[in-house]
């Protein structure tokens, strides 16, 4: 509610669903009795193929669901995952709700602004990272903790951290470095 | 006597969450005397069992199900809550990443009782890992039979719809749950209607937690009489609590209630961290009261001793806080969680936690007036039972018994000429107000 946005513009870039998409977007209208509640899904769908939503993709998902337009744009407000802009290639989400900030996710977010000079809602100029402070992902027994790449990086320490991203930097997959 | 393993019992088994390791587990097995059984016997069973909401709310299971309208011509629909946002809560994930036919076999049993053909299962966003186990099950499970049409010859439909969230906590709350799964933003509603009358897509409805719909399966395998067996008068049967923060093993442990606290946190986690002193205990997640160290050691772990202190079992989700943890800083950190996630409809809530996550911000950054104190604690009344959903009592509940039991590390922080020594972590960051 209080992720207040900006007004977005459209990116002047057509929106279709991919052949995959458009078989699953097929798949998901059966299993709802109303046209409205495949919206979540079909965002979903959407931000898969390109990353985030733009407003061509909004538009055409109210227009494959019979809905006007204002209906998805006012979902894709309302909820944090939906992203509206490009998101650095690895997007990091750390939590800093209690049982993450009484084991130090402080220290992860000093990690991170000193070592890729980015406080929470930047990317880096290059485009490898962003950073975000999210609320409790529920992975709190193993505190502190982050979500990247679609999966959860548990028992953090700085060092441990400094190394995933050292790999992310050197383009060596990071899930090496998760022990 | 030692804790039964309902809800865990195969947590540790490396291919519970395959069909075949759950069937070589006796996975299923429950089905054949299930579909033999006229659907208010299940209700019956499961109203004996006293098995209570595993959400939060700790509402009676089978009460809950009495309640949907027998004749009906509108379809009815179970939703299973697996948003499990809560602060501290991570028990659902475990169940959903290790023991997924479980949950597929409790929706069957609750649909049968109740007379359900759809069950849309709602999983938080973020959830990935237990997105795609929870995935594979019921891909399995449609394939060998026991989702999709006449089950096992047994006549019954059932259709499960795996529904993903988008990251709002609010979308926890049943009816925004049900909002959201509309397609909606996540916005409770107005009660009455309840769900059970007017649910999703205007049905009746069953909402239910992954935990409770999972320990269906043992009740109607061992039944209601064993389950009843186990914990106390009004608090039956076990409970995953899902224990974090300053504790040396931090995890999530199956307890039967009616033991005591402390002594249940220290069995399981093996007490506070590196030995530390013990000052306080969350037991039912960050929208519950909090409890003194003194309060934690003398209180017993089911939902009536719990209650009688002012706090809740809630979710299960037990936070230990040792002697270093700072409760003005914890205080800041649950007000600006409740003040993030307010869905902004109603304005006790939405200016309420804004308000009290402000004034708490300005005391602990050393700008805080003597009179704050006393006005968070008029604030907390204000807030409770005059809003649509509970989210508006999560925060006032706990900024009222921080503050009322930890009342001289508030003033600490607004006496200027005493300010507190400050442990922060070396890389510490303060966060700004307002940076919600
Ligand atoms: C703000 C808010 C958030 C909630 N979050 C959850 C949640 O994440 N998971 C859950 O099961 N119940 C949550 N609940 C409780 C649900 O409203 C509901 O009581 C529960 O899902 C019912 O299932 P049960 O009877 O099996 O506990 C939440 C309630 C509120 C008011
Ligand atoms: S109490 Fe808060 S979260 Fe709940 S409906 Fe009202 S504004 Fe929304
Ligand atoms: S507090 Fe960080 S995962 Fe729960």
Known sequence: MSH?????????????FSPDNEAKFAQLLPKYPTKRAVILPALWLAQEQEGHITVEAMEYVARRLEQPAVAVFAVVEFYTMFKTEPTGKHHIQLCRTLSCWMRGYQDLQGLIERKLGIGPGEKTPDGKFSFELVECLGSCGTAPMMRMDDRYWENL?????????DACNQGRDPAGEDH | MATPKIISARFDEKKAHTLEGYLALGGYATLKKLFKMKPDEVIDEVKRSGLRGRGGAGFPTG????????????????CVNADEGEPGTFKDRLILERDPHALIEGILICCHAVGIKTAYIYIRGEYDFPL????????????????????????????????????????GDE???????EGKKGQPRPKPPFPAIVGVFDCPTVVNNVETISALPWIMTNGADAYAAIGTEKSKGTMLFSISGMVERPGVYEGAFGVNLWKFIEESTGGVKGGKKLKAV?????????????????????????AATGAMVGSGAIMVFDEDTCVVEALEVVLRFYAHESCGQCPPCREGTYWLYEIVNRIRTGRGRPEDIDLMLAICPDMLGRTVCVLADSAAIPAASYIKKFRS????????????????????????????
């Open chain 1, 4 to 16: 207040a946005r900006h007004a977005i513009a459209p990116s002047g870039k057509p929106f279709a």
């Open chain 1, 157 to 165: 320490t700085v060092e441990k951290l400094e190394r995933i991203v």
């Open chain 2, 63 to 78: 009460m809950k199900w009495s309640f949907i309208p027998k004749n009906t011509d509108k379809p009815k629909y179970l």
């Open chain 2, 132 to 171: 795609a186990r929870l995935g594979a099950a019921v891909k399995e499970a449609y394939a060998n039979g026991y989702l999709g049409k006449n089950i096992k010859n047994s006549g019954v439909d059932v259709d499960v719809v795996i529904h993903r969230g988008a990251g709002a906590y609010i979308c």
């Open chain 2, 175 to 181: 009816t925004g749950l049900i909002e959201s799964l």
């Open chain 2, 282 to 306: 969350i037991p039912g997640g960050s929208s519950s009261a909090i409890l003194t160290a003194e309060e934690a050691r003398n209180v017993n772990l089911d939902y009536e001793s719990i």
């Open chain 2, 409 to 436: 590390e508030f003033e600490a922080y607004i006496d200027k000429a005493n300010p507190p020594e400050r442990k922060l972590h070396p890389g510490g960051i303060n966060f700004e107000a307002r940076a919600l």
